[in-house]
Every structure is written in C-alpha cells, then in structure tokens.
C-alpha cells in the first residue's frame, strides 16, 4: 500500500538563513503562494518572535495561503507561543511549531537545564500552546545526538500533553542513512506511543546526506519531511524537497511512498 508522505517546507525560515538568501515581504509572499500551488502541506512561515520582520511575514502568509497548513516556529517559552498565535491566528490551518534541545551537550551548555526540567518545560509549552490551536509540532533539536530512552521519554510526555507532530532533526547534519534507519526503528519501538502522530524527519546538509537520511527516514516509517526549495539553509544546507519529492515520485516501486506535490510547478 503506498502511503502519503507530507511536505513541510521551511524555505521561509530554516532556507533563509542561507547567506544570500533573505527576501523581502513581497518575495516572501510570491514564494508561499507557488508553494501553496505546489500543494506543500504545510509552509513554515518564519519564527514569529525573532523581528517584526518575521511577526510581519507569518501575518501576512496566515491570511493568504489558504490550501496548507502554516506554521510559525517557536522556542518553549510562553512569550514565543503567544507570538507566533498573534501571527498566525487568520490562518486556515494554523500549526504552533515549538522546539527545544535534547542532546546531552546542549542541554549542559545550550539550556543550563537537567535533562528532567527539559522535558517539563516542553510538556508545559505544549500544554500552553493547546490553548491556542489543536495543531502542535514538538521538535527535539539535535535529536540524532540525543540518548535514546531519554527521547522516548520526551516524545511519550509530549504527545500526551497534546503534540500532534513530533520532529526528530538532524540538527548539525551529523547522521547516516543506515544509522538514520535504524534511530527512527529504535525510537518507535522505545516510544509506541509515536505511531499514534506523525512522525517527521528534518535532515541537515553538512556531510552531503539530507536527502539519502531522509529517505531512509521514510523507509522506517517517517510520515512527514522537512526540506526547502534547492536545499538552502543554515551552514550546507536542509534536504531538498525536489529531490526527495523526485525520488519518491521516480521510485515509487522501491519506497511505496508519494507526496501531493504538482511536480510540474517544480
């Protein structure tokens, strides 16, 4: 049976931080609507908190697109999740994104914060954020250098308290594909409580590997796939969403897997 793979684009947010790559509103908006032609599911449309510049692009984005979700990202912090709902509360389909790291080093040096306190403040935010939207992605940064159990504990606290999407990332783009495979296959059977959302993989660039990571993520029962338009971003940037959206199109023997993205406006 083929199953339907869903395409967040973060070419808005993630893709910007490309040196070079910055746009205006009126760019910003001309690409969220080829994106929404293209029928991505949904578009991340910035981080509301970080500027006006951004609050003004989500706004702007939640009133005119109006066939995908839109999403604002946000740190698990009250004052982010309040932005990014103030941004994003005229959207047809409004997805509060909220993100915190979860690898021992980060946690010490990134958070100041002991692995127990990382996960209230995440139960909390989503908590928080379910007051606003029934949409909610949780994203554990740094994920593929986290430990195991403790992210099966994370995840399970977190779609309890209301997480619909859970994003494992591959933060500094550190992973490769067979141990990709094999993370995704270790964490569902540690947290059986991850085949009751859907389950996304957000591939970095740095060792050449975003896409081959995330189709191997796909192979271990992945449902959703973070990626940008030519694989811009941050450092070496993201998975691109031509390739993977190709590869699955072109290969639908091998991953029994599709998008609903119209190839042709590629």
């Known amino acids: 049976m083929t199953r339907m793979i869903k395409i967040f684009d973060t070419t808005l947010r993630d893709g910007e931080q490309s040196p070079g790559c910055s746009m205006n509103l009126?760019?910003?908006?001309?690409?969220?609507?080829?994106l929404e032609k293209m029928k991505v599911d949904i578009i991340e449309a910035g981080f509301a908190i970080t500027s006006p510049g951004d609050f003004e692009s989500v706004q702007t984005i939640s009133s005119v697109v109006k066939d995908c979700t839109v999403a604002s990202l946000s740190r698990a912090a009250e004052k982010?999740?309040?932005?990014?709902?103030?941004a994003l509360k005229k959207a047809a389909d409004p997805r509060i994104h909220i993100v915190i790291a979860t690898s021992p080093i980060h946690m010490k040096y990134k958070l100041n914060l002991e692995p127990d306190?990382?996960?209230?403040?995440?139960?909390?935010?989503?908590k928080y954020a379910a007051k606003y939207c029934s949409n909610i992605e949780f994203s554990a940064e740094d994920a593929t250098r986290s430990d195991l159990d403790f992210m099966a504990r994370i995840f399970d606290a977190v779609i309890k308290a209301g997480a619909t999407t859970v994003n494992i990332p591959d933060?500094?783009?550190?992973?490769?594909p067979e141990e990709?495979?094999?993370?995704f296959m270790k964490l569902r059977e540690l947290c059986p409580r991850l085949d009751d959302v859907t389950i996304s993989a957000h591939c970095h660039n740095d060792l050449g590997l975003g896409t081959a990571n995330s189709l191997a993520a796909i192979r271990a029962g992945v449902n959703q796939i973070e990626c940008?338009?030519?694989?811009i971003g941050e450092r070496a940037g993201n998975a691109s969403m031509e390739e993977v959206v190709m590869a699955l199109h072109t290969?639908?023997?091998l991953f029994q897997a599709e998008?609903?993205?119209?190839?042709?406006?590629?």
């Open 259 to 266: 998008t609903r993205i119209v190839t042709t406006e590629l």
């Open 180 to 183: 990709h495979y094999e993370f």
């Open 117 to 126: 306190a990382v996960i209230e403040k995440s139960v909390d935010s989503v």
């Open 228 to 231: 940008t338009i030519n694989g």
């Open 26 to 34: 009126k760019e910003k908006i001309e690409m969220a609507k080829q």
């Open 251 to 253: 290969r639908k023997d």
């Open 80 to 86: 982010d999740i309040d932005a990014s709902w103030e």
């Open 171 to 176: 933060t500094v783009g550190y992973t490769t």
